[in-house]
């Protein structure tokens, strides 16, 4: 029988990178008796290995645990979320099926960009949060002042504050009954016609699609016939249940829990994300609001190293997209790699998560391009275009404005590293915005930002100025027009398009001849002399050239004559420029490795 709707609590765990939501988590499980001692591991709920690896949370994880308050039995939905930045799609998801927030800081690091972020996010979805210190029990933990920053940042009472410790295990009744007492229950209609939201979904190899719902009205039963609202398409329900924390399958679901079903759906391109789950025969009248599609961000090519692979290579992704819906991919070829695929990501974790997932999956040997962000053209005419790679951009002048993805950027970072922030920031094309101090000792500088600036290595660069300290996170706000060129390679006059970026004009010299030396370094002599070029249209930029190898066509002559070594020395340079204008440039798969590796 499921629980009345005035004893359910659906919450979510929001917190920076590392400040110990999935052991939390695990607590949880273990205080609730939902899983034993002698079963319990280490971020139970990260079930992939580069999730423990990493000691990160990639995917969110809901498990269903039951807990007696006051003599009464309380069904509590908890949903782990991620806490880097790149998958901050997923915890906006996990707001959406929650009433509450536990949100986690630690109380040595204290309040990190992470934590703001995630906090305003639940603010603005009218979540409850309970403010939680994490690892009091560390001989180094600053709870008082901690606290005061947690009061300056996001706006919470000092005596709301619930202090635990997850790897002790202390103060995890307490945050318990917090949550029993201060999340309020789901305000379901168990009577009204069925409507779910669809938050996440994976695939079974035998089940199908999987999809995870929480229940908003009426309820769910088996053999019941569903319809999903955007699609309109009908499936009949096969098996229900929820996770405790693994698949436990139930005979129903009722208004406010959050469970899973699935119903013989064979392509997870069927079941959107956000999308309304409804009765087929008493269909709801209007669907839920959902969620913003997560637009990949970030584009680069992917390529077997070994060209006979690119059928494993698309297998492999089709599969990867099964479990990974903000993941997409396009068929291209090129002329320096073969055939590969154009990928779409949303950010740099996520790139390198794929391109291992790949590896370690499929055993395969990759080669990723650099990492190129989308971008908008208006051309004369008026066409509006979007632009994924630098093949895209027209050739000419057919471009009116070219626009680039701007984000807004805050770093929480000690005070005295300000000055080298400010210097890094002003490098990058950034426009300060604000600064606020949350303490005498740290402070949120906030910046406007290309994107294309921030994803390859600005947070290594973040925590090297700040000697680890630092933290940020961005969203992007939007397009802005800007002098963006695209840089093309030339070798030996025929332009390689593998190698071609769209830069800032500004920059787009000094990164030209810092790829042509690394061609130069690799590309064979040959008999001929070997003009590499970067150029911004017909305008060459930048060049590099191969001297031609010599032979000594004089050196059987033995005194004599000038005009014999003259009449060779003519012959040589004929055969030389006959050369150059029928020789062909081979550019070895090891110059395109180079190049792309080299991060130029």
């Known amino acids: 029988m499921p629980p009345p709707t005035s004893n359910i609590r659906n919450f979510c765990i929001i917190a920076h990178i590392d400040h110990g939501k999935s052991t939390l988590a695990d607590q949880f499980l273990l205080k609730t008796g ?321 391109q291992q997932r790949l590896e370690r999956d499929s055993e395969l040997d990759l080669v990723q391009t650099a990492p190129n962000v989308t971008y908008e053209i208006e051309k004369t005419n008026g066409e509006q275009i979007q632009v994924h790679g630098p093949q895209d951009v027209p050739d000419g002048g057919g471009i009116k404005e070219f626009r680039e993805p701007i984000v807004k950027i805050s770093f929480l970072i000690p005070a005295g590293n300000v000055g080298d922030l400010m210097t890094m920031c002003h490098e990058r094309r950034g426009t300060f915005v604000r600064t606020e101090y949350l303490s005498q000792q740290r402070v949120i500088l906030v910046f406007e930002m290309p994107l294309a600036e921030v994803i390859y290595d600005l947070y290594d660069k973040l925590k090297s100025v700040t000697h680890g300290y630092g933290t940020m996170d961005y969203e992007v706000i939007g397009y802005r027009p800007a002098e963006l060129v695209r840089l093309d390679i030339l070798v030996h006059h025929q332009r390689v398009d593998a190698l071609s970026v769209i830069v800032h004009r500004s920059t787009a010299e000094k990164r030209g001849r810092a790829v042509l030396k690394k061609l130069r370094e690799e590309i064979d002599r040959h008999l001929f002399e070997v003009a590499l070029q970067a150029a911004i249209g017909s305008r060459v930029v930048a060049r590099e050239t191969i001297a031609a190898m010599k032979k000594n066509v004089t050196a059987k002559c033995y005194g004599g004559d000038i005009s014999r070594k003259r009449k060779l020395w003519a012959k040589q340079a004929e055969g030389k420029k006959r050369m150059k204008a029928i020789g062909q440039v081979a550019v070895p798969q090891e110059a395109f490795l180079a190049v792309l590796e080299s991060g130029d």
């Open 34 to 354: 939902t899983i034993s001692e002698r079963d319990i591991k280490a971020q139970t709920l990260d079930s992939m290995d580069l999730e423990r690896e990493r000691g990160i949370t990639i995917r969110m994880h809901p498990v269903t645990i039951y807990h007696e308050h006051n003599g009464q039995q309380y069904e509590l939905n908890l949903i782990d979320t991620p806490g880097h930045v790149d998958f901050n799609y997923e915890v906006s998801r996990s707001l959406a099926a929650c009433e509450g927030a536990i949100l986690l800081v630690d109380a040595f690091q204290g309040v990190q960009a992470q934590t703001v972020a995630n906090a305003f996010l639940a603010m603005e979805a009218n979540l409850r949060l309970i403010p939680t210190l994490n690892k009091i029990d560390l001989p180094h933990a600053r709870p008082e002042y901690v606290i005061a920053e947690m009061e300056q940042a996001v706006f919470t009472e000092a005596a709301d504050v619930i202090k635990v410790s997850a790897k002790a295990g202390l103060g995890i009744e307490n945050a318990l009954t917090a949550v029993i007492e201060r999340v309020p229950a789901p305000n379901g209609d168990p009577t009204a016609p069925l409507k779910a939201l669809i938050y996440n979904s994976h695939f079974d190899t035998y089940k199908g699609v999987v999809v995870y719902c929480r229940m908003i009205d009426g309820e769910l039963k088996l053999g019941q016939k569903v319809k999903l609202m955007r699609t309109g398409r009908e499936y009949a329900v096969t098996e229900i249940g929820q996770f405790r924390p693994d698949m436990t399958k139930c005979e129903s679901l009722a208004a406010g829990q959050v469970g899973y079903f699935t119903a013989n759906i064979k392509n997870i391109q069927d079941v959107n994300i956000g999308d309304t789950v409804t009765d087929a025969l008493h269909p709801a009248t209007e669907p839920l609001p959902g969620y913003k599609e997560p637009k990949p961000m970030v584009y680069s090519g992917l390529y077997p190293v070994n060209n006979n692979e690119f059928e494993a290579l698309r297998e492999a992704l089709a599969k990867l997209k099964l479990n990974d819906s903000s993941f997409v991919y396009a068929p291209e070829v090129s002329d320096g790699l073969g055939f590969g695929f154009r990928c779409g990501f949303l950010g740099m974790l996520h790139r390198e998560i794929i």
